[in-house]
Nanobody, 124 residues
Framework: QVQLVESGGGVVQAGGSLRLSCASS????????MGWFRQAQGKEREFVAA????????NYANSVKGRFTISRDNAKNTVYLQMTSLKYEDTAVYYC?????????????????WGQGTQVTVSS
């Protein structure tokens, strides 16, 4: 059973940076693609970024392109989301998710395992 645990959330001023981490356990990490999603209060969960199994291909939502970077370290069973130039509208609970295959797209339903989420609050 795969378990995903996010960390690194917090409160940051607009324009600042944060790095989120998601540690995985239970299966061979390099066998599955990973994604980050977020959910702001009162809104639906939305795609942020995803990365292929080997880490050589990435995918980003337009709203974060150029500001956020997804990466992974398969030796550490961890995926990261480096967030820079944070905006108030980036405030949300951020979730990492696993697709037990090759999919690293934006479709939420394609991801089969989810973490519990970590809160990111950007103050203006």
């Amino acid at each position: 059973q795969v378990q995903l645990v996010e960390s690194g959330g917090g409160v940051v001023q607009a324009g600042g940076s944060l790095r989120l981490s998601c540690a995985s356990s239970g299966r061979t990490f390099s066998n599955y693609a990973m994604g980050w999603f977020r959910q702001a209060q009162g809104k639906e969960r939305e795609f942020v970024a995803a990365i292929s199994r080997g880490g050589d291909n990435t995918n980003y939502a337009n709203s974060v392109k150029g500001r956020f970077t997804i990466s992974r370290d398969n030796a550490k069973n961890t995926v990261y989301l480096q967030m820079t130039s944070l905006k108030y509208e980036d405030t949300a609970v951020y979730y990492c998710a696993a697709n037990f295959g090759v999919y690293y797209g934006s479709e939420r339903s394609a991801y089969e395992r989810w973490g519990q989420g970590t809160q990111v609050t950007v103050s203006s």
